[in-house]
């Protein structure tokens, strides 16, 4: 069993930055597809970025160029690195990490951005 656990979020101000940081548990996590998703209020939960165990990164339109997602595989951690932050950014963001059929999530982490 893998357990993801979340961390950095906060309140921001708009055009600020945010780290967040998922450490995973166990021994699989160097073969594990990683991905970040959020869901607003009232909102869908979403797709943001998403990095394979051979490091290809992948990102959601309304978030490229100001979002970043990397690994570490030797600490367990994916990050997501949040820049130029809008209001629209504003959601409980979950880390998912996934291998074959078998998917787990973290606990969710918030992220407000508001003047």
């Known amino acids: 069993q893998v357990q993801l656990v979340e961390s950095g979020g906060g309140l921001v101000q708009p055009g600020g930055s945010l780290r967040l940081s998922c450490a995973a548990s166990g021994s699989l996590f160097r073969i594990m597809y990683m991905a970040w998703y959020r869901q607003p209020p009232g909102k869908r939960r979403e797709l943001v970025a998403s990095?394979?165990?051979?490091?290809?990164?992948g990102y959601a339109d309304s978030v490229k160029g100001r979002f970043t997602i990397s690994r570490d595989n030797a600490q367990n951690t994916v990050y997501l690195q949040m820049n130029n932050l809008k209001p629209e950014d504003t959601a409980v963001y979950y880390c998912n990490g996934k291998i074959g059929t078998s998917a787990w999530w973290g606990q969710g982490t918030q992220v407000t951005v508001s003047p």
């Open positions: 990095v394979t165990s051979g490091n290809t990164t």
